[in-house]
Structure formats: structure tokens, C-alpha cells
């Protein structure tokens, strides 16, 4: 683990600042307490019953999201991060409480991260960082909602199609039973699917 570059803090700022527009004294606090790091392929990150203590964006790679079946014990997919995104699990980082969830990387990944304490303490110090903290907070919570209901609401082959753009990115990056797992279908029903319509937008 390091200090965050320059590269990668510029990355970073384009990405926040499509929420809202940071003060030049907010930019150098942030800069000051964010590190960045690499994962390989298969590493869990956080385990199931941790407490997550940093929150990652992810700048290169593919993290996914596990549920465990508590009678079964069977993990499942139940989402994906692709770069540029916000890592964290609901509840876990921001309550501090045991995470019910799973994270590993896909593939091999190129992180920022910051941890909890620092970022409880730019939040005291600075009202942009709660505001910021909601806004992508709201906007996740959004993403996973609509998701849920598509799960329900859709037909198999619209939820395809529905998700089609993700998968064309998530189908040499995972595991086909990974994929099936997020999209609530079976593999093979997802491999039928997959060899009809993907890459037809290339």
C-alpha cells in the first residue's frame, strides 16, 4: 500500500466531482489520507462477519459482491463493481457493523481506498464530505433498488437485455455462474442467452 499519486488522485476528483464541486482545501485534506493498492485475482478483501474498516474505489479490475445462503451455505453473487465505482457493503462501513456480505476480486485490481477513521474525520471537518458521502450513497442504494425490482418485475430474456452492456463487460472478466447468480437466473439459461445476443453491439 501507498500514497495515492497524482494520477490516480486527478482520476478520483473527475469522478466526485460529477457529484458535486470540492474546495481546493477539502481536495488537500482528501489527498492527504488516501492510499491506493493492488489486489490479485480471487483475494477476498473482506470476509463475511468483518468489519469493513476502509471503503475502495476501484479504479482497474472487477470486484464482486457475496451472500451466503444461511441454511445451505452457499455463496452467491449478488452484485459487481466494474472500475470506477465505490466499494462498500450495506450494512458494514459506514455503521461500523459486521458485514453480511463478501468482497473478492474477479480479477486482478488496482484500488483507492481511505479508512474509516480518516474518513470520520475529514467528515467532521468539512459539511462537503457528508453531502458528497450521501449523494453517492443515495445514488448506489438507487442502483441496487432498481436492480431488485428488474430481478422480479422482468422477464429472463428482458433482464438481459435490460443489462446487456454490463454483461458484455462482466462475461471475460467472471465466472459464468457468478454472472448467472447477480442476474437471477440459472447458467445455462444465461449461456443461451449470452451465445444470441453478445457482441452484437461490437
Given at each position: 500500500?501507498?500514497?495515492?499519486?497524482?494520477?490516480?488522485?486527478?482520476?478520483?476528483?473527475?469522478?466526485?466531482?460529477?457529484?458535486?464541486?470540492?474546495?481546493?482545501r477539502?481536495?488537500?485534506?482528501?489527498?492527504?489520507?488516501?492510499?491506493?493498492?493492488?489486489?490479485?485475482?480471487?483475494?477476498?478483501?473482506?470476509?463475511?462477519?468483518?468489519?469493513?474498516?476502509?471503503?475502495?474505489?476501484?479504479?482497474?479490475?472487477?470486484?464482486?459482491?457475496?451472500?451466503?445462503?444461511?441454511?445451505?451455505?452457499?455463496?452467491?453473487t449478488?452484485?459487481?463493481?466494474?472500475?470506477?465505482?465505490?466499494?462498500?457493503t450495506?450494512?458494514?462501513?459506514?455503521?461500523q457493523?459486521?458485514?453480511?456480505?463478501?468482497?473478492?476480486?474477479?480479477?486482478?485490481?488496482?484500488?483507492?481506498?481511505?479508512?474509516?477513521?480518516?474518513?470520520?474525520?475529514?467528515?467532521?471537518?468539512?459539511?462537503?464530505?457528508?453531502?458528497?458521502?450521501e449523494?453517492?450513497?443515495?445514488?448506489?442504494?438507487?442502483?441496487?433498488?432498481?436492480?431488485?425490482?428488474?430481478?422480479?418485475?422482468?422477464?429472463?430474456?428482458?433482464?438481459?437485455?435490460?443489462?446487456?452492456?454490463?454483461?458484455?463487460?462482466?462475461?471475460?472478466?467472471?465466472?459464468?455462474?457468478?454472472?448467472?447468480?447477480?442476474?437471477?437466473?440459472?447458467?445455462?439459461t444465461?449461456?443461451?442467452?449470452?451465445?444470441?445476443?453478445?457482441?452484437?453491439?461490437?
Open positions: 500500500m501507498q500514497r495515492i499519486s497524482n494520477e490516480s488522485f486527478n482520476e478520483l476528483m473527475h469522478v466526485l466531482e460529477t457529484f458535486m464541486i470540492l474546495g481546493f477539502v481536495k488537500i485534506a482528501l489527498k492527504e489520507v488516501l492510499y491506493e493498492t493492488t489486489y490479485e485475482k480471487d483475494a477476498r478483501i473482506l470476509n463475511f462477519g468483518d468489519t469493513q474498516q476502509v471503503v475502495w474505489f476501484l479504479m482497474e479490475g472487477l470486484l464482486r459482491e457475496i451472500r451466503m445462503n444461511h441454511k445451505t451455505l452457499k455463496e452467491m449478488s452484485w459487481f463493481w466494474p472500475p470506477r465505482s465505490f466499494c462498500y450495506n450494512p458494514g462501513f459506514f455503521g457493523q459486521v458485514s453480511e456480505r463478501a468482497i473478492e476480486a474477479s480479477q486482478g485490481c488496482k484500488v483507492i481506498l481511505i479508512s474509516y477513521l480518516d474518513w470520520s474525520v475529514l467528515k467532521s471537518a468539512f459539511e462537503e464530505i457528508e453531502v458528497l458521502t449523494m453517492i450513497r443515495g445514488m448506489y442504494n438507487k442502483m441496487r433498488m432498481e436492480h431488485v425490482e428488474d430481478m422480479k418485475l422482468l422477464s429472463i430474456e428482458e433482464r438481459y437485455l435490460d443489462k446487456e452492456e454490463i454483461l458484455d463487460y462482466l462475461f471475460p472478466r467472471a465466472q459464468l455462474n457468478h454472472i448467472a447468480d447477480y442476474m437471477g437466473m440459472a447458467p445455462d444465461l449461456g443461451r442467452l449470452r451465445s444470441k445476443y453478445y457482441g452484437r453491439k461490437k
